[in-house]
């Protein structure tokens, strides 16, 4: 199976003439799962809306940085950025494991199960 998701891309373009700004770019990318079947991700909505959420909230960090805000400040918002995106990778490993992993159990598929340990490591570094 394979999904289209689009990922947005975002860089700044430097000028000779010193001036500064930034585009975003949508990127189509295909994902595929490697297990072979369709299931649903009860919480996809809710990571959806807490990405954009968290993506809105770096952008306000991004902005106190250049602004010259007190660091104090920037460091507690930068950390409530931080807590956004755990959560929505534990709704992300809620769902991957009572999907996905149950789905590769029943069916005694150790591939998923690797590679959720692969990722779990890449998550808590």
Known sequence: MTEKNELLHEHEHNHD????????????HGHTHGHGHDHEHPHS????NRLAKATGHLQSVKRMVENGR??????IQLSAVI?????AGKLILE?????????AVQSND???IE??????????K
């Open 95 to 103: 769902d991957h494991i009572e999907t996905c992993i149950v789905d």
């Open 17 to 28: 003439h010193g001036h500064t700004h930034e585009h975003d770019h949508e990127h189509g």
């Open 45 to 48: 909505q809710q990571v959806v």
């Open 83 to 87: 807590a956004a995106l755990n959560k």
């Open 70 to 75: 007190d660091c104090s400040e920037v460091l």
């Open 110 to 112: 150790q591939k998923p």
């Open 115 to 124: 590679d959720l340990k692969k990722a779990i490591e890449q998550f808590v």
